[in-house]
């Protein structure tokens, strides 16, 4: 008999530098021989996923190992207009290296999400320039300043939907598989503070982390719950910080090592239904 092809979607979450767990994940995935058909991302999980649909993840994953903290403070163009950064540095970089291009141009489908500052409504971001469509998704409140869409404005998707399962259904994948960086984050602050290895008056920043840890673990738990998927993937890096992209080769390792642990479930699910 022959095996009908199942169209895999993936769905990578928010979570600022535990974002680059997703380069580990994916890399798990295709050497176990599972590649998704499409894939959807909210903020780092956005960026992540734009560059993987262009077939260019080997190159990110290079410069991410590559990243110093020296190197980051360097992308970062402080402002007091909406944000602390503007993030044009950064994204004028990475939109000649890796995010270049229209979406409907990639070699798989992609979609990013977004949140409407004035409706607070979600905004799935399916055409146009990739690198406008990840600078949108990826607008952390607090942190990145707002990007402007036609008439509205649009902040980090995470707000609304941070592992978006919904939007790889509406892309007509037959299985979805969850990236969730989110499962160890409630907490993390306190904990650091218990073992004398975190700062009893947080500043400005950690405060922020902390607080957006705390909605995107409710709203990620609501909305799976409520949009469940086939096969959930959980990096554990609760102890990476909210900037600490520097570290990506740790969390490129947690991403594979995480993947790893899921891929013999996937493999069955797939069997099962083909």
């Given at each position: 008999m022959?095996?009908?092809?199942?169209r895999?979607g993936?769905a990578?979450?928010?979570?600022?530098?535990r974002?680059?767990?997703?380069?580990?994940?994916?890399?798990?995935?295709?050497?176990?021989?599972?590649?998704?058909?499409?894939?959807c991302?909210?903020?780092?999980?956005a960026?992540?996923?734009?560059?993987?649909?262009?077939g260019?993840?080997?190159?990110?994953?290079?410069?991410?190992?590559?990243?110093?903290?020296?190197?980051?403070?360097g992308y970062?163009?402080?402002?007091?207009?909406?944000?602390?950064?503007?993030?044009?540095?950064?994204?004028d970089?990475?939109?000649?290296?890796?995010?270049?291009?229209?979406?409907?141009?990639?070699?798989?489908?992609?979609?990013?999400?977004a949140?409407d500052?004035?409706?607070?409504r979600?905004?799935?971001?399916?055409?146009?320039?990739?690198?406008?469509?990840?600078?949108?998704?990826?607008?952390?409140?607090?942190?990145?300043?707002?990007?402007?869409?036609g008439?509205?404005?649009?902040?980090?998707?995470?707000?609304?939907?941070?592992?978006?399962?919904?939007?790889?259904?509406?892309?007509?994948a037959?299985?979805?598989?969850?990236?969730?960086?989110?499962?160890?984050l409630?907490?993390?602050?306190?904990?650091?503070?218990?073992?004398?290895?975190?700062?009893?008056?947080?500043?400005?920043?950690?405060?922020?982390?902390?607080?957006?840890?705390?909605?995107?673990?409710?709203?990620?738990?609501?909305?799976?719950?409520?949009?469940?998927?086939?096969?959930?993937i959980?990096?554990?890096l609760?102890?990476?910080?909210?900037?600490?992209?520097?570290?990506?080769?740790?969390?490129?390792?947690?991403?594979?090592?995480?993947?790893e642990?899921?891929?013999?479930?996937?493999?069955?699910l797939?069997?099962?239904?083909?």
């Amino acid at each position: 008999m022959e095996r009908r092809h199942l169209r895999i979607g993936i769905a990578l979450g928010s979570g600022s530098a535990r974002g680059w767990a997703h380069i580990g994940v994916l890399e798990a995935l295709s050497h176990a021989g599972i590649r998704p058909d499409s894939v959807c991302g909210t903020s780092i999980g956005a960026l992540v996923g734009a560059v993987y649909a262009d077939g260019r993840l080997s190159e990110l994953a290079e410069w991410v190992r590559g990243l110093t903290w020296r190197k980051m403070v360097g992308y970062f163009d402080l402002t007091f207009g909406g944000g602390i950064l503007k993030g044009e540095k950064l994204f004028d970089h990475l939109r000649g290296d890796l995010l270049g291009g229209r979406i409907e141009e990639l070699q798989r489908p992609f979609a990013a999400v977004a949140t409407d500052l004035a409706s607070g409504r979600e905004v799935w971001l399916r055409e146009g320039p990739v690198a406008d469509a990840v600078r949108a998704s990826i607008a952390m409140p607090g942190l990145f300043t707002p990007r402007p869409h036609g008439e509205r404005l649009l902040v980090d998707g995470g707000l609304v939907n941070p592992v978006p399962v919904s939007l790889a259904r509406a892309m007509e994948a037959d299985v979805v598989i969850a990236v969730d960086l989110s499962s160890d984050l409630v907490g993390r602050h306190a904990r650091a503070a218990r073992d004398g290895r975190g700062p009893k008056h947080p500043n400005v920043i950690e405060v922020v982390a902390a607080s957006i840890n705390v909605m995107s673990v409710r709203i990620t738990r609501s909305r799976l719950a409520g949009e469940p998927a086939d096969a959930v993937i959980q990096p554990r890096l609760g102890e990476l910080g909210l900037l600490e992209y520097h570290r990506g080769a740790e969390a490129i390792a947690e991403g594979r090592a995480a993947a790893e642990l899921v891929i013999p479930q996937i493999k069955r699910l797939l069997d099962d239904l083909r």
